[in-house]
């Protein structure tokens, strides 16, 4: 199974939340929220590798969390695969690629962490 079906698994199962799929325009971004406050918590989509500052132009699956502690946070995107929130306008968002550099055990905890900190 790949990293970003296991990220879909373990949040339907933990979270009992379903990807919500709200742009046209980009058919593979997905989103998943809070049942009773609609906050966001994961954001997953298929960006082109150049647009993260990466090398190349084929794309990469991410997926953005939000993470309110501004010094683990600062020390999560200073390590490999992880990013400056990528397309979303608020600072307190990190985005992990999914492409197996970082562990999935390591991506649920930080799911954990995002749905903790939108709630």
């Known amino acids: 199974m790949d990293i970003k079906a296991e990220v879909f698994k373990y949040i339907e199962k933990k979270y009992k939340a379903k990807p919500e799929y709200l742009w046209r325009r980009f058919p593979n971004y997905a989103i998943f929220r809070h049942s009773d406050n609609k906050k966001w918590f994961a954001l997953i989509m298929d960006v082109e590798k150049e647009k993260l500052g990466l090398t190349g132009k084929s794309k990469v699956y991410v997926l953005n969390v939000k993470i309110n502690d501004v010094e683990f946070k600062d020390a999560l995107i200073g390590r490999k695969g992880y990013l ?16 197996g550099t970082v562990d999935v055990k390591e991506i649920c905890n930080l799911i954990d962490i995002s749905f903790i900190s939108t709630n």
């Open 84 to 99: 400056k929130g990528y397309h979303i306008s608020r600072g307190n968002w990190v985005t992990i690629l999914l492409d």
